[in-house]
């Protein structure tokens, strides 16, 4: 379409050929964010003049917030445990049920077209959620606590780690599985020992690589009601105590930070 | 015994090592399951759960469909409409951070506090930033352009960083040997080298701000969060209905197509 607008270029070369040169894409590529980001602008009122004259505001509240107020700690401890409890435990059961419906929706392995197209639809619409409405529509089912929060954290990492765990399945070397079917195996063996130890590192990596991320989002789902510490956040921002909000992000940040080195300590040993 | 048999026995078991993680793990699955209790759950949930499946087969079209500010049309274009000024702001703020952080061009004290202030811009929650942007630029779409810019940086300046410090140095040097200059080493040695890893990545976190950007609407951040939240607050299932499956169409879309174009970038 667009080489038929914008002919390409002839060059005549010395020894007498033609070549063509496609015409650049990049000036209708810039087009195209240009305009993109003027209706953008328009749509969401961006204005720079008010940033400019506004965002001192900003780094006021991040300045209230140093130093943090360390007698708080105590007190948010049982909130940031319940966050830590509530990733873990989701994460737990969410890894769990990914290896059934990852191995559903592998096409090498499963036969039933049907059930494979089943299950990945599943998989890529609970991946679509975010987490925090999956978080608020729990809470209507499930009562308003930490049960919420794990039922929204179980269901991300079903899809995440299902969607990571089907591609390795549907990406191993299937030579290994059906030597063993001809050799007599059930198919289950088969699994159990053609497939299995093939995706297992990667499967347990990426379950971890969830969790770590999980504990972050843990942090947001109390907003809704769904227990943890992010009740507390938007408690204190609406009381605007920001040395507890410097308190609770300093100890977020610890966390998140021990559990990131911790999992990143096994998943190179994994691999 | 054969010496397949003798190889097998021969293999490093540390039974030891298993054992002790299993029990960390079971002692770590023990403890956090006092954090969740399923008594709550009353007929009313099921009723509610039985709804909310009602309200998606049968959504409110009129709401899906006509063109007024209030329609999830409007609110979904809202939305991309932050996802994706967003991400160019961030995208703009991660560039000087990430040289900044990149060992091999600054030196390592700058790169390791660039680093910590990663840390921590990454690690604060997307709602605290909207929270506090909402001070700065009012409730509306303007503070979650800005809350998603913020939130951007971390993601992206560190897959950034990444770039950077496997840019390949002997180009730079065969320019230098062949006389060119520090802008022409930066247009033709290290920009064409970095631009389509950067675009890639840039390109897939405009599909997750989508995500984000649909969220910042429950702090009163613009887009199609606060909707969503009056509507179920409103026990409104038809609403909830129209509003989840209009998300999901347009975040798959986005999904789709950033899926294309970086599959594009990668083979050039």
Partial sequence: MYDKLFPPKKVLLPNGKIVQEKRSRVPLIVLILAAATVVSVEFTNFSLKVLAQRIHEFFGMVGDMIPPKWSYFPAMWDALAATIQMSLLGSMIGALLAVPFAVLASSNVIRNKFVVAVFKIILSLLRTLPSLVTALIATFVFGLGPTAGVIAILLFTLSYVGKLLYEQIENVDMGAFEAMESAGMTRIQAFRYAILPQVLPSYLSSSLFCFEGNVRYAAILGYVGAGGIGLLISENLGWRDYPRIGMIILSLVVTVYVIETVSEHFRKKLI | MTTVEKQLLASPRNYRYIFILTIVILLLFGWSLTAASFKDVNQSGLDIAGNIVKGLVNPDLELLFNVSKQSVLYLLVQTAAIAFLGTIVGAILSVPLAFLAASNIVPKPIAWLTRLLLIFIRTIPALVYGLMFIRVAGPGP???????????????????????????????????????????????????????????????????????????????????????????????????????????????????????????????
């Fill in chain 2, 142 to 268: 303007f503070a979650g352009v800005l809350t998603i810019g913020i939130t951007s940086i971390g993601m992206l300046s560190k897959l950034y960083v990444d770039a950077i410090e496997e840019l390949d140095k002997g180009v730079l040097e065969s320019m230098t040997s062949i006389g060119c200059t520090t802008f022409e080493k930066i247009r033709y040695g290290i920009f064409p080298q970095l631009l389509s890893i950067f675009l890639s990545v840039t390109i897939y976190r405009f599909d997750m701000n989508m995500r984000e950007a649909s969220i910042l609407g429950l702090v009163g951040a613009g887009g199609i969060g606060a909707p969503l939240i009056f509507a179920m607050n409103a026990y409104k299932w038809d609403q909830v209905g129209s509003i989840l499956i209009g998300l999901v169409v347009l975040i798959l879309l986005i999904e789709w197509l950033s899926n294309k174009l970086r599959a594009k970038l990668v083979k050039g």
